[in-house]
């Protein structure tokens, strides 16, 4: 059971890798190996065959997912590599989470179309605050991607 959490963030320390790390911990603590990697946006993903999971997190700037999480799905082979995996994602940022879900999901949404997406989350102004939110999402990702799998 392994996972990699695909991510970028314009700063270092803030809520994304707040919510990236509790995250991790938690799928850790289940048994999940976990491993996070930056998205810059001319990379080869080939490396993704080796995990079960990739979960995509993106904070969002001026209304906008992270520019370089964007540019990786124009400029490289991260859709390609995204193929046949079991996809979970989040987005942080600064409003409501109504908000983000008409306007900033869709952004990240557009570009997984066909995928499996097994789970996604917004974490804004409620649930960004909330130190039990990451952890729900992460129990609720391994239920759907891990509880079954033989040990």
Same mark, same amino acid.
């Given at each position: 059971?392994?996972? #990699?959490?695909?991510? &970028?963030? *314009?700063? !270092?320390?803030?809520?994304? &890798?707040? +919510?990236?790390?509790? #995250?991790?911990?938690?799928?850790?603590?289940?048994?999940?190996?976990?491993?996070?990697?930056?998205? /810059? /946006?001319?990379? &080869?993903?080939?490396?993704? &065959?080796? =995990?079960?999971?990739? +979960?995509?997190?993106?904070?969002?700037?001026? @209304?906008? *997912?992270? /520019?370089? %999480?964007?540019?990786?799905?124009?400029?490289?082979?991260?859709?390609? !590599?995204?193929?046949?995996?079991?996809?979970?994602?989040? *987005?942080?940022?600064?409003?409501?989470?109504?908000?983000?879900?008409? *306007?900033?999901?869709?952004? %990240? !949404?557009?570009?997984? +179309?066909?995928?499996? +997406?097994?789970?996604?989350?917004? =974490?804004?102004?409620?649930?960004?605050?909330?130190?039990? !939110?990451?952890?729900? @999402?992460?129990?609720?990702?391994?239920?759907?991607? @891990?509880?079954?799998?033989?040990?």
């Amino acid at each position: 059971m392994n996972a #990699i959490i695909l991510y &970028d963030a *314009l700063t !270092s320390g803030g809520s994304t &890798d707040r +919510i990236i790390d509790a #995250i991790g911990e938690e799928l850790v603590k289940k048994g999940v190996y976990v491993e996070k990697a930056k998205t /810059p /946006p001319r990379a &080869d993903y080939g490396f993704l &065959d080796e =995990f079960e999971l990739v +979960i995509i997190a993106s904070p969002v700037y001026n @209304f906008n *997912l992270s /520019p370089n %999480l964007v540019a990786a799905f124009a400029q490289s082979n991260l859709s390609e !590599s995204l193929k046949g995996k079991k996809i979970a994602t989040f *987005l942080v940022c600064g409003g409501p989470e109504l908000t983000a879900e008409f *306007l900033y999901m869709p952004q %990240l !949404s557009l570009r997984l +179309i066909g995928q499996n +997406i097994v789970a996604q989350k917004i =974490f804004g102004l409620t649930e960004k605050s909330n130190p039990q !939110s990451p952890i729900t @999402f992460a129990n609720e990702i391994y239920q759907k991607v @891990f509880a079954e799998l033989p040990l």
